[in-house]
């Protein structure tokens, strides 16, 4: 079938790893013989982009991509970014149906923006779509009171809406206006995510963590943690991958816990590097305040590393007595305790045994064939 994806996010020059998952989950569609194409206009404040019309067509390993910049207006709020998402999402969707042909269907990732589009889309053209949600957004409380109608009408009107984990799901029910929400988690590829022989045990004992460095993911608490339990234990470091709005902060109290020779920030990861460090890590900890899934910890899993998160509602779902801890949010005791159980008993975790299960659970096939049998629900239906 042909299958068009509107992702809310993507991959931009200047943040080149943004929705990595969505893009992948459109390859692994490829491979499993569909045909794919993905749209994703990247909004604009700059006037010089009024009236740009000039489309950016590659095929990315099989997914036929168009992009393209397109200007919002300034102080629009939700309104004017709708507006400009779905005159972009058009602009290219009808260059791709030159070239490409009509899709059989369309998927969207989250409501906010890509909803609002495929229902505006699927009307216009009478095609079926879905909503596959992701965002923090909900479990927050920042959904802003006009945003709500709109979430609940892109809800009724899709013909099936997809949560990433259980946790999102129950977030959903208050705008699903009692329809069936469906769980399908994201899905991480284990060919790349892979065991790798572990250097001699006289190495430092390595705790990473990667993300973007926001308030949300809570890698203060992960710090103060860190300098309750090994402060000064030259044989335990913490690695921290990303980039963002709180590294200054971050380095501060790092300087001012006394950890800064212990504590290693690399900066943005590609995905080769993020390959690279979880499989060189002992264990892989994420006390975020908000996570709807958490992708990071199923690439850890794949890599058969150990891991820590918090109850938080997405990652819940991942984590068992088998592969790690879940702590409560905000919980600097817990987690310190957690990390220190981790390293005690590290010779009990079998990384054959957590990457076997995170295969069956979050592999590609293991995803792909539910995403299938929607479809074909769908087209069914229709």
């Known amino acids: 079938m042909h299958i068009l994806i509107i992702p809310s996010w993507y991959k931009t020059e200047s943040n080149p790893t ?9 390859q692994a569609l490829v491979r499993a013989g569909h045909k794919v194409t993905l749209l994703f206009p990247e909004i604009s404040y700059d006037t010089k982009d009024i009236f740009n019309t000039k489309i950016s067509i590659f095929d990315d390993e099989g997914v036929s991509t168009y992009t393209k910049k397109q200007y919002m207006i300034p102080k629009t709020g939700c309104f004017g970014f709708n507006v400009s998402f779905y005159k972009g999402i058009n602009d290219l969707y009808n260059e791709a149906v030159k070239q490409v042909g009509t899709p059989d269907i369309i998927h969207a990732h989250s409501c906010l923006w890509a909803g609002y589009s495929a229902m505006k889309l699927s009307s216009k053209k009478n095609i079926p779509y879905l909503i596959t949600e992701h965002f923090t957004k909900y479990s927050r409380g920042l959904i802003k009171s006009h945003e709500k109608p709109l979430i609940k009408k892109q809800i009724k009107y899709a013909s099936k809406v997809i949560a990433v984990s259980e946790g999102l799901k ?7 206006l009692g329809k069936e929400i469906l769980v399908i988690s994201n899905m991480v590829d284990v060919n790349k995510f892979a065991l790798r022989e572990q250097k001699s045990q006289n190495d430092k004992f390595k705790f990473l963590s990667v993300c973007y460095l926001m308030q949300k993911k809570g890698l203060d608490i992960l710090l103060k943690a860190f300098a309750k339990s090994f402060k000064g234990y030259e044989d335990v470091e913490l690695i921290i991958g990303g980039d963002g709005e709180e590294k200054d902060n971050l380095l501060r109290l790092t300087n001012e816990l006394g950890i ?36 990071v910890f199923i690439e850890a899993l794949a890599c058969g590393k150990p891991i820590i998160a918090t109850k938080t509602g997405g990652p819940d779902g991942i984590v068992n007595k088998g592969n790690g801890f879940l702590v409560e949010v905000e919980d600097i005791e817990g987690l310190s305790i957690a990390m220190k159980k981790i390293i005690d008993n590290i010779s009990c975790y079998d990384a054959e045994l957590i990457r076997t299960d995170c295969i069956k659970r979050f592999s590609e096939k293991a995803v792909i064939t539910q995403f299938e049998q929607v479809y074909k629900d769908i087209l069914g239906k229709k």
Request: proline share 2%; glycine share 6%; aromatic share 14%.
């Open 260 to 295: 800064s020779s212990q504590v290693k920030f690399l900066g943005a990861l590609n995905r080769d590097e993020v390959i690279e460090n979880m499989q060189s890590c002992n264990a892989f900890v994420l006390p975020s305040r908000f996570e709807t899934f958490g992708v």
């Open 170 to 176: 129950n977030d959903l029910e208050e705008y699903s």
């Open 18 to 26: 943004l929705g990595s998952f969505f893009r992948e989950q459109a």
